[in-house]
């Protein structure tokens, strides 16, 4: 089943919701980047012996319509308005995670380069700003293959951005954007989606790695299957002495709508009972075993904590200072 509501038309109308204030949690960091920028550059604290960063690829201004489309529009303008969030736009923040363990720097999603909205395509940038060689790369994984994910996985010349790093992708995901006549059997709007994906996954001088569920990218670092937002989709779990971080991808694309309304279902969601029911069961992993989060797009830098909030769940961002 292709699930499509929010059109690309919606997306290019820029719309930035208000910030929200950030609560403090056991997870402390530090935040850099020049002030003045626009976007900050990137967000670093250890988890064990692991040194993460979260770097910024910029954001994407969306139109409301692809939030809660399975619920009464007046439920979300009204849970919108609660949390004193814009009802007009909502301002999504791409938030990238490196891993760097032992001999190994590990990025997760590359990002959309300067093939889809303005407002993003500032990773590379962003990783010179955190100090990151880009060469020093050894892996990529890639959650999944909507463009602000994986457009930016070549150059102008169609060269991979990260010629040395071993690709790392789900299988199934890597199959269902490769079917052959898939561009001509989904909606018009999502056939741009169909061929910006296969041309990033075919690029010259790729050399993937299909992953299935819990495949291990390298010690610390594995795959889990959290399905729904595409068929496939894969999220990061990252271990180190006794302390994990799980790095959502899109299994959760609203900080607060996918904790507290975790049955509505995004407009980019593929399967929206398949996604709610991944939702709930990451979201109870990470109550219940103290795990922190991650989130693509979640105000930046993206990174918290899961509680149980009655039959729901609430984020907490994870306290931070500036640098």
């Given at each position: 089943?292709?699930?499509?509501?929010?059109?690309?038309r919606?997306?290019?109308?820029?719309?930035?919701?208000?910030?929200?204030?950030?609560?403090p949690a056991?997870?402390?960091?530090q935040i850099?980047?020049?002030?003045?920028r626009?976007?900050?550059?990137?967000?670093?604290?250890?988890?064990?012996?692991?040194?993460?960063?979260?770097?910024?690829?910029?954001?994407?201004?969306?139109?409301?319509?692809?939030?809660?489309?399975?619920?009464?529009?007046?439920?979300?303008?009204?849970?919108?308005e609660?949390?004193?969030?814009?009802?007009?736009g909502?301002?999504?923040?791409?938030?990238?995670?490196?891993?760097?363990?032992?001999?190994?720097?590990?990025?997760v999603?590359?990002?959309?380069?300067?093939?889809?909205?303005?407002?993003?395509?500032?990773?590379l940038?962003?990783?010179t700003?955190?100090g990151i060689?880009?060469?020093?790369?050894?892996?990529?994984v890639?959650?999944?293959?909507?463009?602000d994910?994986?457009?930016?996985?070549?150059?102008?010349?169609?060269?991979?951005i990260?010629?040395?790093?071993?690709?790392?992708i789900?299988?199934?995901?890597?199959?269902?954007?490769?079917?052959?006549?898939?561009?001509?059997?989904?909606?018009?709007?999502?056939?741009?989606?169909v061929?910006?994906?296969?041309?990033?996954?075919?690029?010259d001088?790729?050399?993937?790695?299909?992953?299935?569920?819990?495949?291990?990218?390298v010690?610390?670092?594995?795959?889990?299957?959290?399905?729904?937002?595409t068929?496939?989709?894969?999220?990061?779990?990252?271990?180190?002495?006794?302390?994990?971080?799980?790095?959502?991808?899109?299994?959760?694309?609203h900080?607060?709508i996918?904790?507290?309304?975790?049955?509505?279902f995004?407009?980019?969601?593929?399967d929206?009972?398949?996604a709610?029911a991944?939702?709930l069961?990451?979201?109870?992993?990470?109550?219940?075993?103290?795990?922190?989060?991650?989130g693509?797009h979640f105000?930046f830098?993206?990174?918290g904590?899961?509680?149980?909030?009655?039959d729901?769940?609430?984020?907490?961002?994870?306290?931070?200072?500036?640098?």
């Amino acid at each position: 089943m292709t699930r499509l509501t929010t059109t690309r038309r919606g997306l290019l109308k820029a719309a930035a919701a208000a910030p929200a204030l950030a609560l403090p949690a056991p997870l402390m960091a530090q935040i850099s980047g020049p002030a003045g920028r626009g976007n900050p550059a990137h967000f670093r604290f250890d988890l064990g012996t692991a040194r993460i960063t979260v770097v910024s690829d910029g954001h994407l201004g969306l139109t409301i319509d692809g939030l809660g489309v399975n619920a009464d529009p007046t439920d979300v303008l009204a849970f919108l308005e609660a949390h004193r969030l814009s009802t007009t736009g909502h301002y999504s923040h791409t938030n990238h995670v490196v891993i760097e363990t032992g001999d190994a720097t590990v990025l997760v999603d590359v990002g959309s380069g300067d093939r889809f909205l303005p407002t993003a395509g500032r990773l590379l940038d962003n990783l010179t700003e955190a100090g990151i060689d880009h060469g020093a790369i050894t892996h990529v994984v890639i959650t999944h293959a909507h463009p602000d994910h994986i457009w930016g996985i070549r150059d102008d010349f169609d060269e991979p951005i990260f010629p040395a790093a071993e690709y790392v992708i789900g299988a199934g995901e890597y199959d269902w954007w490769m079917q052959d006549g898939l561009a001509g059997s989904v909606p018009a709007e999502m056939q741009q989606f169909v061929v910006g994906a296969v041309n990033s996954l075919t690029a010259d001088g790729l050399d993937w790695t299909m992953a299935q569920d819990g495949h291990e990218v390298v010690p610390g670092v594995r795959l889990i299957s959290t399905p729904g937002h595409t068929l496939n989709h894969m999220s990061v779990m990252v271990e180190s002495d006794g302390k994990q971080l799980l790095a959502l991808g899109d299994a959760m694309t609203h900080a607060y709508i996918s904790m507290e309304r975790p049955d509505w279902f995004a407009g980019f969601d593929q399967d929206g009972p398949m996604a709610s029911a991944t939702r709930l069961r990451l979201l109870d992993m990470a109550a219940t075993d103290g795990i922190a989060v991650l989130g693509y797009h979640f105000p930046f830098p993206g990174v918290g904590h899961v509680m149980r909030m009655g039959d729901a769940y609430r984020f907490v961002p994870a306290l931070w200072t500036w640098g």
